[in-house]
């Protein structure tokens, strides 16, 4: 079975600042590691995923997640936070060839002026 | 991309009445769609499969019979918590698979009084 632990469940940020959200998971397969963001009264979207190839996936707004196999992370980076990215941040992961996602609990960025 | 809609996105029922959640994948087929719950600051746990034609296969620890989960039809699966209590109220998130992306619906959120 796979867990996933996001150890902060707020991270607070002025904007323009970096910002990093921690991912952690366990599992005793091999398994593929997805980032979603849940805006205000939205639904879940996905932001990048990790499924084979080059450790280090970026999204089309500026984050970036790298695998990281032996420390079993897969934190999401940006390096200047706008106001507009103020949401809850998931990371989620399956075994591969599966489609049952595994959460963690999340983390609410809060970006501030 | 494709959307997942969900109907209601807020309900507020009486303890002891049944009540039916609709997730609708608007511009996609969906064979398989996923029923999740979602406590206040914890994260998306996985209630059920919903298979298209046949029965659902849930999670360990969810009550087949409280929550009875249909889908019908290739764009439409339904879940309907039965005799609700105080203990049901929680957010409710469906999702399917689309080319390979797990798409989510806004989630229902279900308030027992």
């Known amino acids: 079975a796979q867990s996933v632990t996001q150890l902060d469940s707020q991270v607070p940020v002025f904007e323009e600042a970096p910002v990093e959200l921690r991912c952690n998971y366990s599992s005793s397969v091999s398994v593929y590691l997805f980032w979603y963001v849940q805006y205000p009264n939205q639904g879940l979207q996905l932001l990048l995923k990790?499924?084979?190839?080059?450790?280090l996936v970026e999204s089309i707004n500026g984050f970036e997640a790298e695998f990281n196999k032996s420390q079993t992370s897969f934190h999401l980076r940006k390096p200047s936070v706008h106001i507009s990215d103020t949401a809850e941040y998931f990371c989620?992961?399956?075994?591969?060839?599966?489609?049952?996602?595994?959460f963690g609990t999340g983390t609410r960025l809060l970006v501030s002026p | 991309g494709a959307v997942v809609s969900q109907h209601p996105s807020w309900v507020i029922c009486k303890s002891g009445t049944s009540v039916k959640i609709e997730c609708r994948s608007l511009d996609f087929q969906a064979t398989t769609m996923f029923w999740y719950r979602q406590f206040p600051k914890q994260s998306l746990m996985l209630m059920a499969t919903?298979?298209?034609?046949?029965?659902?296969?849930?999670e360990q620890g969810v009550e087949k019979d409280k929550f009875l989960i249909n889908h019908a039809s290739l764009t439409l699966s339904t879940l309907t918590v039965t005799s609700a209590h105080p203990e049901d109220s929680s957010f409710y998130i469906c999702?399917?698979?689309?080319?390979?992306?797990?798409?989510f619906g806004e989630g229902s959120r279900l308030t027992v009084l």
């Open positions: 919903s298979n298209e034609g046949s029965k659902a296969t849930y």
């Open positions: 990790y499924l084979s190839g080059s450790t």
């Open positions: 989620a992961v399956s075994e591969i060839g599966f489609q049952k996602l595994v």
């Open positions: 999702s399917a698979y689309f080319t390979g992306e797990l798409f």
